[in-house]
T-cell receptor, first 110, second 114 residues
Framework: GIQVEQSPPDLILQEGANSTLRCNFS?????LQWFHQNPWGQLINLFY???GTKQNGRLSATTVATERYSLLYISSSQTTDSGVYFC????????????FGEGTQLTVNP | EAGVTQFPSHSVIEKGQTVTLRCDPI?????LYWYRRVMGKEIKFLLH????????ESGMPNNRFLAERTGGTYSTLKVQPAELEDSGVYFC????????????FGPGTRLTVL
């Protein structure tokens, strides 16, 4: 099956800093989603981005499908950005089940 | 519009007991998925319904797990009998179309088997 690798596994920032999270995947995909798991364990949709670039406030994401990676940018980080960020993909040959990476644990200190 | 809802939010049971988790998808979504995260590991797919039919159940770990979606609306996931390794968070997700749409996740059910 498809492999999904996220980096870095852990990231500690001071409030106001910018960061880039990366997701590499091993095969062609139909779907790529970024999620934020908040301290209560809820998975919050950030982006549906199988290709191209999207922006939503301080967050933006870019997926380069031909090179099999996606980047999530967080600008001017806030303490509420803390949590685990997951990348998940649905490979073209697997139907629509999502395969998740192991996540990036982000801690934003005040 | 209401999101995906799951019940209960937490469940603590003894090994060998039975537990039933419920998921209500977003209204009108034909696709319903179950995932789980156990022992702090990555989130893994369990199965996928299209309406009331099981489209893909390749992620179901063993025959102690039974999922149903009678009438194509809400779904239940029953674990019988529960084992210690079943502890974790069980997520449900739904999407309107197959393969090319955002999957919207519920808040999860945290299951603890003692």
């Amino acid at each position: 099956g498809i492999q999904v690798e996220q980096s870095p596994p852990d990231l500690i920032l001071q409030e106001g800093a910018n960061s880039t999270l990366r997701c590499n995947f091993s095969d062609s995909v139909n779907n790529l989603q970024w999620f934020h798991q908040n301290p209560w364990g809820q998975l919050i949709n950030l982006f549906y981005i199988p290709s191209g670039t999207k922006q939503n406030g301080r967050l933006s994401a870019t997926t380069v499908a031909t090179e099999r990676y996606s980047l999530l940018y967080i600008s001017s980080s806030q303490t509420t950005d803390s949590g685990v960020y997951f990348c998940a993909v649905d490979e073209e040959t697997s139907g629509s089940r999502l395969t998740f990476g192991e996540g990036t644990q982000l801690t934003v200190n005040p | 519009e209401a999101g995906v809802t799951q019940f209960p939010s937490h469940s603590v049971i003894e090994k060998g007991q039975t537990v039933t988790l419920r998921c209500d998808p977003i209204s009108g979504h034909d696709n319903l998925y179950w995932y789980r995260r156990v022992m702090g590991k990555e989130i893994k797919f369990l199965l996928h319904f299209v309406k009331e039919s099981k489209q893909d159940e390749s992620g179901m770990p063993n025959n102690r797990f039974l999922a149903e979606r009678t009438g194509g609306t809400y779904s239940t996931l029953k674990v019988q009998p529960a084992e210690l390794e079943d502890s974790g968070v069980y997520f449900c997700a739904s999407s309107p179309r197959w393969g090319t749409d955002t999957q919207y996740f519920g808040p999860g059910t945290r299951l603890t088997v003692l």
